[in-house]
């Protein structure tokens, strides 16, 4: 047999042979928690990614020397990110696209689109029910629509008056943060798009009023919105009514300096990333500060420049390997940081296994192969 021949023969059993997972989290000796002992962990660090090889894996020496080392890509400037059907989509303002993880497959690819669905700013982005990606674009002035495959299918908003800062896909509406008007604009969710309503009335004396509206979530009958000139979280109803205002300025427990990224937990546990502190704080439905977790960067589970938080409780097996066995993991966080080595922070949502428990057990999808959608 030559040695074409032979290596021909070999390779294939090599690349199997070359395991590839996201890269590991903390080994038990540096058991990442919060809050920390003697107090009950109620967050777990798990893991981080921040390039290509921590997903796709290292070659082995024989089949580099084959093959070639692959290419390692960076997550360069990341803001938003968004999870969908074993997916993370990562906003990367440097590349003016996203960064696609796919979980199942362990792959990573860059979505850098041209043509009408040309990006300049994507500062963050949502993937709706039927599988469409919203981008919402702070430079274009436009909320992106792409198709589940990736091709451009729409986009909307008035230039003249709209600077969209965060998109939110529900009760079949889209909510739209725009900066540049002060509210909350809300459209339909067809191919239409029409400017159903806009909240709140643009009152600065209000306690209402929105001076720099930039992240949004919404629940089955409440609307988050982070009020960035104001250093408050502020809580509408569904119509646009006010409810609450979470959080002041100030360096104490509780209050902001630079408040981004929110999410909402099905507790109602309010999540709040801070870019001044560089933590997450975790709020009560009535606006109690419960915890906080994150920290100035100096190693693991610390951010950098946090800028967006987002829960999910669909993919949970593919992380299931980094939880302590004495945990049983309730959902995901996940937490982007603009800078520094760790670009995208994943922590658990954790509770201790009560004695006589049985730790949730792995599940994970089988993929056949097949190329599937895009989001």
Same mark, same amino acid.
């Given at each position: ?5 032979? !290596? ?6 090599? #690349?199997?042979? %070359? ?26 660090? #798990?893991?981080?990614?921040? %390039?290509?090889?921590?997903? &796709?894996?290292?070659?082995? &020496?024989? &089949? ?24 993370? @989509?990562? %906003? ?12 199942? &497959? ?6 850098? $689109? ?11 982005? +949502? ?8 981008? =919402? ?41 725009? !900066? ?6 809300? +459209? ?6 029409? #400017? #159903?309503? =806009? ?9 209402? %009023?929105? +001076? ?18 104001? +250093? ?47 933590? =997450? ?29 987002? !829960? ?6 593919? @992380? ?20 520094? $080595? ?34």
């Amino acid at each position: 047999m030559t040695l074409r021949l032979l !290596l021909l023969a070999i390779i294939p059993a090599l #690349l199997l042979s %070359c395991a590839r997972s996201i890269t590991s989290g903390p080994g038990p000796d540096n058991l990442v928690i919060y809050p920390p002992p003697p107090d009950t962990a109620r967050i777990q660090f #798990l893991t981080r990614i921040s %390039c290509s090889r921590d997903v &796709t894996g290292t070659r082995k &020496t024989f &089949t580099s020397f084959i093959l070639g080392e692959e290419e390692n890509i960076p997550i360069n400037k990341p803001y938003g990110v968004a999870i969908h059907k074993g997916k993370i @989509l990562v %906003c990367d303002t440097y590349i003016h696209g996203l960064d696609i993880i796919d979980m199942a &497959t362990n792959k990573f690819e860059q979505f850098i $689109p041209g043509g009408k669905g040309e990006l300049k700013s994507p500062i963050n982005c +949502f993937v709706g029910p039927d599988g469409h990606l919203y981008v =919402a674009d702070s430079e274009r002035k436009q909320i992106v629509v792409f198709d589940e495959n990736g091709k451009y299918y729409a986009c909307f908003g008035d230039p003249e008056n709209f600077k969209p800062v965060d998109v939110f896909v529900a009760d079949n509406r889209i909510w739209v943060t725009n !900066l540049a008007g002060h509210q909350i604009n809300v +459209f339909s969710n067809d191919s239409s798009h029409e #400017l #159903l309503n =806009a909240f709140p009335e643009v009152d600065k004396s209000a306690a209402s %009023c929105l +001076f720099s509206p930039t992240n949004i979530f919404v629940t089955d009958s409440n609307v988050y919105v982070t009020d960035f000139g104001d +250093f408050k979280i502020k809580q509408y109803t569904l119509d646009g009514n006010f409810i609450q205002s979470i959080g002041s300025y100030g360096q104490a427990l509780g209050q902001f300096v630079r408040p981004k990224g929110i999410a909402v937990d099905k507790e109602s546990n309010l999540f709040v990333v801070d870019a001044g502190f560089e933590n =997450a704080q975790v709020f009560s439905k009535e606006g109690r500060l419960l915890m906080f977790f994150g920290g100035s960067y100096k190693g693991p589970g610390d951010m950098w420049l946090p800028a967006k938080v987002t !829960l999910d409780y669909e993919n949970l097996d593919y @992380l299931q390997k980094y939880v302590d066995p004495g945990f049983n993991l309730k959902y995901l966080i996940f937490v982007t940081n603009q800078f520094g $080595p760790d670009k995208l922070n994943i922590y658990g949502a954790v509770e201790p296994v009560n004695p006589g428990q049985k730790k949730h057990k792995q599940q994970y999808p089988k993929h056949k192969g097949k190329q599937g959608p895009m989001f």
